[in-house]
């Protein structure tokens, strides 16, 4: 069951929509200015990381203060080295 987004080519608004099947036929509108001209987006990825039980080779974010005071972060992706 995916979730598109689409942006309205009337009032540039950006709106998902859930569909239950592929063969699901959606009469789209927009939900701000109830136009029926829309036009599908690239979605941005989502990830979600997290512990896993195994523990090693899990993977995490580290935040660190750097040498300039900032903040630094590093990921660690697991089955990546360096």
Same mark, same amino acid.
């Given at each position: 069951m995916p979730i598109f987004e689409f942006r309205c080519v009337e009032c540039g608004e950006v709106?998902? +929509?859930?569909?239950? @099947? @592929?063969?699901? +036929?959606? +009469?789209?509108?927009?939900? @701000?200015?109830?136009s029926q001209t829309?036009?599908?987006v690239?979605?941005?990825? @989502?990830?979600?990381m997290g512990v896993g039980s195994g523990g090693e080779g899990a993977g995490g974010v580290t935040t660190k203060q750097c040498g300039s005071?900032?903040?630094?972060?590093?990921?660690?992706l697991p089955g990546h080295t360096r």
């Open positions: 709106s998902e +929509k859930l569909f239950m @099947s @592929s063969d699901e +036929k959606v +009469k789209m509108v927009c939900p @701000s200015c109830d829309l036009e599908r690239v979605s941005r990825a @989502s990830h979600t005071g900032n903040e630094c972060t590093t990921l660690e």
